[in-house]
């Protein structure tokens, strides 16, 4: 059967399964069955309206065979007062905690230890427990995640699945043998203690080898005495010659119980640990055995741990979407490599918790970095010397891919590849401060037409930077054009013998093929994953994977799981996991399934049009409509709060 004829940048789906916007959304209301009488009018609540472009295909361009009648355009032009959206959501509504929760228990009566609050008289919480459970809302389901994982429920009775675990008396019943099971297992790690909070807060923390590396940058140079200047690059660092002896592999430390920060529930000490005490010196850190030359004395970058990742699949650090319930996804699917999301280096020296929830790590993940971002010196070597005493990483990337204009005009992001003073002071600072390999990721340019990235790269590895991955695309491009893999394959032989892994386009294993073939030493995979995660699978089988809808909506089942686990089973931790899951929506809508397709693969860039799926799951799942998200999400999480708003970060993504 022919194609039908669409607009260009639009996947070719199977003409039979082709539909109307008004045919696509009156299925939607119908709950899948099908419509009588004709075609329904345009909703009035503008919920339909405003679609992206893309979409806006005639029906009635298209014949019953699915052929483009002789008499009809090939696509609908574009409305003259209507704007692709583009960019970010700058204003969306926040739902803080509050706005679902008027009445919340106090955590220490959670914990069960009321007698101890730690607001004492100023604590504005409930303290009686009989006073919640009468506000408290609706339950959302009758087994609980962390009850039937891990044997225990510390929500308690504020667990939005407490009749799971609650006995009489509101008592909350324990699994004891398999509570047991969990004892001692450490599950998320670089959790951010309160002693180390405090020290940041304070600035009370010991910045000994980057105050003396930022020192010697201010000292004046050794020929004719002239002073080198913040911009300039230190002079002297002395060549360290090759070697090839890789550092062994250090055991874990031994973690220690941390209690709960103030207004926030704790979590279980078999789900999460803490950041080892900061500001220690080598020599305090508990240890077993005597002590070697290895605890001691400084490692050279030659002999600082390899890693093994010729070939390997790199999921990218995602903004939002990156975070750990998603690496678990990813990495389920066959994800080698993850890293944490963009981490902003001044909020992690100022021991904001937020941003050290960046750098969480599963125990799944075996081999795991962090990102990081910044613009100065003197902030990025602190924050190197910080993570390296402070958490457990393979490797700490430096973000210089960052397009968006808060991070460009402070001077991070892509703007390091203008500033090669700062770059370098950066990149030889923080190569001095880890005990890791040291990595950096950047684009081909800022300006569309001007690439750069070749010159960069020798520079990159001659500062001592273990690996560099490229974007395909410059600054001013974004996602306009599709990524230029022939430039990427023309720097992985400048960058030889450093490692460089190419980034951009690849949405199916045809594509990761051909990306390998330019020589890189692995590709990194970004919006591909958010797309669909079993991509990963698909990579490494070598096949296209008709997942159905039902498959796929146990996966979401599995992300709402591990968001439960991750950020709690109250009605904080619903809502937010609720949140991560609308803004994956509204990537994973753009997923056309293998079976629809007139032919493979689908491309990254192509739009689906309206289509009605194989089943009324899969052609929920392929609206771009906010109020279908949270239809999906309502069937995994419950019923949302009163007066629940949600937009998506990227403005592209969906319509109202």
Not at 40 to 54: F, I, L, R, V, W
Request: glycine share 8%; with cysteine.
């Amino acid at each position: 059967m022919a194609a039908a004829v669409v607009a260009g940048g639009v996947a070719p789906v199977r003409a039979r399964f082709l539909a109307s916007k008004e045919q696509f959304h009156a299925y939607l209301r119908a709950q899948g069955e099908p419509s009588s009488g004709g075609e329904e009018k345009e909703e009035k609540d503008g919920s339909c309206q405003s679609e992206p472009p893309a979409k806006r295909v005639k029906s009635e361009e298209l014949g019953q065979d699915g052929e483009n009648r002789e008499d009809a355009g090939a696509v609908e032009k574009e409305p003259a007062e209507r704007k692709r959206a583009r960019g970010q959501n700058k204003s969306r509504p926040c739902m803080k905690p509050n706005h679902y929760e008027q009445s919340r228990l106090c955590p220490s009566v959670t914990q069960g230890c009321a007698e101890k609050c730690y607001f004492g008289p100023r604590c504005h919480f409930l303290h009686d427990i009989g006073e919640y459970m009468a506000v408290k809302p609706a339950d959302l389901g009758r087994s609980c995640v962390l009850f039937e994982t891990f044997g225990k429920c510390i929500y308690g009775v504020t667990c939005r699945f407490a009749q799971a675990h609650l006995g009489d008396g509101y008592q909350n019943i324990i699994n004891t043998e398999l509570a047991k099971q969990w004892e001692g297992k450490l599950l998320v790690r670089n959790n951010l203690s309160k002693d180390l909070q405090h020290q940041l807060r304070k600035r009370k923390f010991s910045f000994k080898k980057a105050d003396e590396y930022l020192r010697g940058l201010a000292k004046p140079h050794g020929d004719g005495g002239k002073e080198v200047k913040d911009t300039g690059c230190s002079t002297e660092e002395q060549e360290v010659p090759n070697c090839t002896t890789p550092q062994e592999e250090l055991g874990d430390g031994p973690e220690c119980p941390v209690l709960p920060e103030q207004g926030e529930d704790p979590k279980p000490d078999a789900l999460q640990s803490p950041s080892p005490a900061a500001g220690e010196e080598a020599s305090s850190v508990k240890t077993v055995g005597p002590v070697t030359d290895e605890d001691i004395i400084k490692l050279r970058s030659c002999e600082k741990k390899k890693l093994d990742i010729q070939g390997k699949l790199y999921l990218a650090p995602l903004t939002t979407c990156g975070n750990l319930p998603f690496r678990r996804i990813c990495k389920r699917f066959g994800a080698d490599i993850t890293c944490g999301e963009m981490a902003v280096c001044t909020n992690l020296l100022q021991g904001q918790s937020s941003e050290w929830a960046l750098l969480k790590r599963h125990h799944s993940e075996d081999i795991f970095g962090v990102q990081l971002e910044g613009a100065f010196p003197n902030t990025m070597t602190k924050c190197a010397e910080l993570l390296n005493q402070t958490i457990e990483v393979d490797f700490v990337d430096i973000n210089v891919g960052c397009p968006i204009d808060l991070v460009y005009k402070k001077g991070g992001g892509c703007a390091l590849m203008t500033r090669s003073n700062k770059f370098e002071q950066i990149v030889r600072g923080m190569n001095l401060m880890l005990d890791v390999p040291l990595t950096v990721k950047i684009r081909t340019g800022v300006q569309e037409k001007i690439n750069v990235a070749h010159k960069i790269i020798p520079k990159i590895r001659e500062w001592g930077a273990s690996m560099v991955t490229l974007h395909g695309r410059s600054r001013e491009q974004r996602y306009t054009r599709g990524a230029d893999w022939d430039y990427i394959a023309e720097c992985a032989k400048i960058a030889s013998p450093m490692p460089l892994f190419g980034n951009g386009d690849i949405l199916s294993y045809e594509d990761a093929n051909r990306a390998m073939q330019m020589g890189v030493s692995g590709i990194m995979i970004a919006r591909g994953a958010l797309i669909k995660p079993w991509l990963f699978t698909e990579i490494k089988e070598q096949r296209h994977w008709d997942i159905s809808s039902s498959e796929r909506f146990y996966i979401l089942k599995d992300f709402t799981n591990y968001g439960l686990e991750h950020w709690g089973s109250d009605t904080q931790g619903v809502e937010k996991t609720r949140k991560f899951l609308l803004e994956w929506l509204s990537f994973l809508c753009r997923y056309i399934p293998v079976g629809l397709l007139e032919h493979l693969p689908q491309k990254i860039n192509e739009r689906p049009p309206y289509y009605m799926g194989r089943d009324y799951l899969e052609t929920l799942m392929a609206s771009q409509n906010v109020d279908d998200w949270i239809k999906i999400s309502e069937l995994l999480l419950g019923p949302v709060p009163t007066n629940f708003t949600f937009l998506p970060k990227h403005r592209a993504n969906s319509y109202r």
